[in-house]
């Protein structure tokens, strides 16, 4: 079975600074897809980032990318210019890329504070 | 992208009555759909697999005699808490995908049901 594991219960950034969440996964799998999402208070799942394992290239989506390590199965989340709206709570997230097993497994979440 | 609606957004209920819980896909058909309970600032765990015109395939230790799931048609599942307790308070949260190459790259969520049982 797959496991997410994000390291960091909480962290916290100023304003306008760069912050990165960390989590490392475990399968046995070749081909997956690695997932981020954003749970604000209103507890709304967002997408905020996806990557294909497949892919070497890092995922990025405006100020935020990721650095996937397959090898060294890590995902970790790099925000940059925090804005207030990015306090959230943030799940790292692995699916399956074989059979029809669709769903998702998460990490226990990390809780980000931006401070003005 | 997609429109997951679930309902109601929030519920109290009596311990010892049942309440249900809609999830539905309104802009696409879900042939799948999942279940999910959240316990305050924990992870979302999956409770069940809900599969259209079939039964649903529960997770270890959900008693699915407790929490029925049903998903009659392709834009609707719906989880009914039977003889709730207070131990089931909690934060139900659905999601659905697009069937097809996208199922494995897109997951689109309900906004969440607040279930309280007094």
């Known amino acids: 079975a797959q496991t997410v594991t994000q390291s960091q219960p909480e962290m916290s950034v100023q304003e306008a600074e760069t912050v990165t969440l960390s989590c490392t996964y475990d399968?046995?799998?070749?081909?997956?897809?690695l997932f981020w999402y954003k749970q604000p208070p209103s507890r709304q799942m967002i997408l905020v980032i996806r990557?294909?394992?497949?892919?070497?290239q890092n995922a990025t989506e405006n100020r935020f990318s990721v650095n996937f390590q397959k090898a060294a199965k890590s995902f970790s989340l790099k925000i940059s210019d925090s804005q207030l709206g990015d306090a959230a709570m943030y799940f790292c997230?692995?699916?399956?890329?074989?059979?029809?097993?669709?769903?998702?497994?998460f990490g226990k979440g990390t809780l980000l504070t931006v401070n003005p | 992208g997609a429109v997951v609606s679930q309902h109601p957004s929030r519920v109290i209920c009596k311990s010892g009555t049942s309440v249900k819980i809609e999830c539905r896909s309104l802009?696409?058909?879900?042939?799948?759909m999942f279940w999910y309970r959240q316990f305050p600032k924990q992870s979302l765990m999956l409770m069940a697999t809900?599969?259209?015109?079939?039964?649903?395939?529960?997770e270890q230790g959900v008693e699915k005699d407790k929490f029925l799931i049903n998903h009659a048609s392709l834009t609707l599942s719906t989880l009914t808490v039977t003889s709730a307790h207070p131990e089931d308070s909690s934060f139900y949260i659905c999601?659905?995908?697009?069937?097809?190459?996208?199922?494995?790259?897109?997951?689109?969520f309900g906004q969440g049901t607040r279930l309280t049982v007094v």
């Open positions: 802009d696409f058909q879900a042939t799948t």
């Open positions: 997230a692995y699916r399956s890329a074989s059979g029809s097993n669709y769903k998702l497994t």
């Open positions: 999601s659905a995908s697009i069937p097809g190459l996208s199922a494995r790259t897109e997951a689109f």
């Open positions: 990557q294909e394992a497949y892919k070497q």
């Open positions: 809900s599969n259209e015109g079939s039964k649903a395939t529960y």
């Open positions: 399968t046995s799998e070749s081909d997956y897809y």
